[in-house]
């Protein structure tokens, strides 16, 4: 299909009967930080928190009336049968949707509540291929009406209104000339409708696609100049996560698209904080895309001063995906550093080592006696600079203390940060305390330094929560003569505290 027929379908689009026009707007806070305007495109602010209506009830629309009158059938990751679902209750028609097991809940809770009693939600496979394989032996079995999530120009018109109404958004005057939109790409529909809009208007404007590195197949497909599939997808960005573009949208990408980023975990999540702080709302994966390569354009270009528009395309995030998400955002933005130290079991050494710390806001700190040469610490430092992790390592190393950098490392971020410890034949005698304070910057250090420098510190387990008190789980060796010391120390440190000696988990796994 021509260039010029996109233009004529995006321009007839019938997307606002059931979409907003939404805003587009300044990130304050990001722009400042990396030396460019940012404009967020918000499409988080649509009913459905997704951009994805628009190219759903574009199609379904335009369906012949008996077509419409047999029913729809969709298959989607989450969004797309959102907009299918509302689309359906607004048209009074039929629609089965089938989505994959792998699916975030509150969209399936979505959108059985935007369709009602008209839409039937089909959960099949762990991704949206598997998805769309069981959608197309229903939509042959019961002559339904396909609408495909990417691959349709209808559906592509609908999603490239986006475009439409960047342009019109846009004052120069204000913000200067954009120089490139960034669009998240799983399937291809929203980067190849934009993409056609821009193209057609304002050449001279980039459209750059982004990608997780583990479900990159737009980029790998414009690479070898035809579609790839991939194997196995990343689920994180749910949203995107397909094993293969459309044929219609990779065939629009090879014309309009200039460059394709790919980002990892730890990028997205940093970009979900930055949407936070700067907007209080907070995206799915999927919907930070677009920001994060942003922000990894500029970082490999260097350049200042330009403007970019980030079209942050979802908000349907999982409540429970927000704990990962907070504590990998730090890493990704490279706020926190993250090392393995090994100290001399002496004593002084653990001191020592606080003090090399210093006032930096600890994030973690796991500690568990292992050997009578040697102690083993896993801890987490907020940097104030990127450079700032490989001189803190230096310094450590420089005082005696062996450091692995773990900072990028999957296994320590992933899993070892929550595996130190276990029993230990050294922990004799070992009283086991949970204590509360303020939480500030410095005070665990400051609470590290008001113990007695003759007990044995056994067993520490701090983290960060971002919460008015860290909580800490403390082993201590006190010699039998030195009890009522102890009880002076608690008594005089004022924090709450709690005596878990008899605790029975704690004696099943530590103890």
């Not at 397909?242 to 980002?263: C, N, P, S």
């Not at 919907?287 to 979802?314: N, P, W």
């Amino acid at each position: 299909m021509p260039a010029t027929e996109y233009l004529r379908r995006i321009l007839n689009a019938r997307v606002y009967d059931v979409a907003e026009e939404t805003p587009l707007e300044l990130a304050p806070q990001l722009s400042a930080r990396i030396g460019n305007r940012v404009l967020l495109k918000r499409e988080d602010l649509q009913p459905v928190k997704s951009f994805k209506l628009r190219g759903a009830y574009n199609k379904m629309v335009n369906l012949a009336a008996d077509a419409r009158a047999r029913g729809v059938i969709a298959a989607s990751a989450g969004n797309h049968a959102q907009g299918v679902a509302l689309a359906a209750a607004r048209l009074g028609c039929r629609a089965v949707i089938v989505m994959p097991v792998t699916t975030p809940q509150v969209k399936v809770d979505a959108v059985r509540a935007l369709g009602g009693k008209r839409v039937e939600v089909v959960l099949h496979g762990d991704s949206y291929s598997d998805a769309y394989a069981q959608a197309v032996q229903v939509q042959a079995r019961e002559s339904l009406a396909f609408v495909h999530p990417f691959d349709d120009p209808d559906v592509i018109a609908g999603q490239g209104t986006v475009g439409m109404e960047i342009l019109r958004q846009h004052h120069p005057g204000e913000h200067g000339p954009i120089e490139a939109v960034f669009v998240a790409v799983g399937g291809g529909g929203l980067i190849a409708g934009v993409g056609s809009y821009i193209k057609a208007l304002q050449p001279q404007i980039k459209v750059i696609g982004v990608q997780t590195i583990d479900s990159d197949a737009m980029a790998r497909s414009l690479a070898a100049g035809r579609r790839v599939q991939l194997q196995d997808v990343g689920l994180f960005s749910d949203g995107t996560a397909v094993r293969q573009v459309g044929e219609e949208t990779f065939k629009l990408a090879r014309h309009v698209v200039d460059a394709m980023i790919t980002v990892d975990t730890d990028a997205l999540c940093a970009a979900i904080k930055d949407v936070f702080q700067d907007t209080r709302s907070i995206l799915e994966p999927a919907g930070a895309l677009s920001v994060a390569g942003v922000k990894q354009y500029v970082e490999a270009s260097g350049c200042r001063d330009k403007t970019f528009v980030a079209i942050a395309c979802g908000a349907n995030m999982n409540f429970d995906r927000l704990r990962f998400v907070a504590e990998r955002a730090e890493v990704g933005e490279q706020r926190e550093a993250v090392f393995a130290v090994t100290i001399p079991e002496e004593r002084g050494s653990f001191r020592r080592f606080c003090e090399l710390v210093g006032n930096r806001n600890v994030t973690e700190f796991n500690y568990r006696i292992a050997g009578q040469a040697a102690a083993h610490i896993f801890v987490g430092l907020q940097l104030a600079r990127r450079d700032e992790a490989a001189a803190l390592a230096r310094r450590f190393e420089k005082a005696g203390f062996p450091t692995l950098d773990l900072t990028d490392d999957e296994l320590g971020k992933q899993h070892l940060r929550h595996l130190v410890g276990g029993h230990s034949p050294l922990a004799r005698d070992e009283l086991i305390y949970r204590f509360e304070f303020p939480e500030r910057p410095g005070a665990l250090m400051r609470f590290l330094s008001s113990m007695s420098p003759n007990w044995n510190i056994s067993l520490f387990h701090y983290r960060n929560q971002g919460a008015d008190y860290g909580r800490i789980l403390v082993g201590i060796q006190v010699p039998a003569g030195e009890k009522r010391q102890l009880k002076a120390f608690l008594d005089t440190l004022g924090y709450r505290h709690w005596d878990e000696s008899g605790h029975p988990a704690y004696r099943l796994f530590l103890g």
